[in-house]
DNA sequence: CCGAGGGCGTTACTTTATAACACAAATACC
DNA sequence: GGTATTTGTGTTATAAAGTAACGCCCTCGG
C-alpha cells in the first residue's frame, strides 16, 4: 500500500469514510451509522467492517478514549505511523498533531523491553485554547 | 496501604481494589463483578462507582484500548501524574512504566496550543519479549 | 435534632461491538 | 472458460460495556 494513494475504495467503505470527512470531527460508529441510513445501511456492521479497513489503510483513526473514529488530517497518514490527539472536553474538538520525538522515546523504551511495538495510542484530554478562555 | 497516601476506602472499593490488585493484570469491569458476586455484588454499577473514585484516587488506572482497569503499579500512583501501558497483544501482560520525558514534551505541545491538559492516556499495543521470542 | 452529602442497592435501559450464516462479486489459477 | 479462493455484503440475533433514575441508609457538622 503506496502511502500516497488511497486503495481503492468499496462503496461503503467510500461511504463511510465520505461521512467521517464531512464531519470534520470524531464520530461514533452509530452516528455514522444513522448518517448513511439513506444510503441503505442498515446495521451497525455495514459501518464496522468498514471502518476496520478505514484504519488498516491508515485513513481514519480510532480514538479509544472516546469510542469514536476521526478522518486522518493529513490525508495519507500511514506513512506517519503514530499520531497523538487532544481533545476538548468542553466542545469536543479533536486536534491530530505528530509528535515524534516522544514517539521516538516511548518507542526506545520498547526496544529496551525487547517489546516488538504494533501501534501507538496517545489521547491528550483537557479543555482547548478556545474554551479555556471563554471561561 | 497507607493511610497517608491513600484516602480511606469503602467496603465495596476495598473489594474492588482487592480484586484489581490481585489479579495481576487488567479485568473488565464485568470481570470483577463476576468475582465479587459471592461478595455481595449484583450490578454493575457497584463496580463501576467504585472504580470511578478508585481512578479518582489514582490506585487503579483505566486502559482505553481494552476498556478494562489496573491496580496501578506503584502504590501511590497519584504522584506520577501520567503513566504509560505496554500491551501484549498475544499473552494479555500489561507493563506500566512512566515516560516522562515523553510526557514532558507532550505537556509542551499543550502549553504551546494553550491547550490545558488534564490526563494523558499512553497505550503501547504489540508482543512482549517473551512472546516474541516463543515464535 | 436534622439536613446535606456520600455511599449503597436495584431495575431498567442505552450504547458499543460481534457472532453466525448466506449470498454476491472480484481475483487467481490452470 | 471453468473453478477455487478471497473479499465484500446484507441480515438477524446477541454479547459486552456503561448509565439513568429512584429510594434508602448512613454519618458528620451545625
Known amino acids: 500500500m503506496s502511502a500516497e494513494t488511497h486503495p481503492e475504495l468499496t462503496k461503503n467503505q467510500a461511504l463511510v469514510f465520505g461521512s467521517l470527512s464531512g464531519a470534520g470531527g470524531p464520530l461514533t460508529a452509530y452516528a455514522i451509522l444513522d448518517q448513511l441510513r439513506d444510503d ?15 484504519v488498516e489503510y491508515g485513513m481514519v483513526h480510532r480514538l479509544e478514549s472516546l469510542n469514536a473514529f476521526v478522518a486522518c488530517a493529513h490525508t495519507g ?59
Open 40 to 54: 441503505g445501511f442498515r446495521a451497525p456492521l455495514q459501518v464496522y467492517r468498514a471502518l476496520d479497513k478505514l
Open 77 to 135: 497518514c500511514a506513512a506517519h505511523g503514530a499520531a497523538a490527539f487532544a481533545i476538548c472536553e468542553r466542545c469536543g474538538d479533536v486536534s491530530e498533531f505528530t509528535p515524534e520525538k516522544a514517539i521516538d522515546l516511548l518507542r526506545n523504551w520498547t526496544e529496551q523491553q525487547g517489546f516488538r511495538l504494533s501501534r501507538t495510542t496517545i489521547e491528550l484530554r483537557g479543555t482547548c485554547k478556545a474554551c479555556a478562555s471563554s471561561n
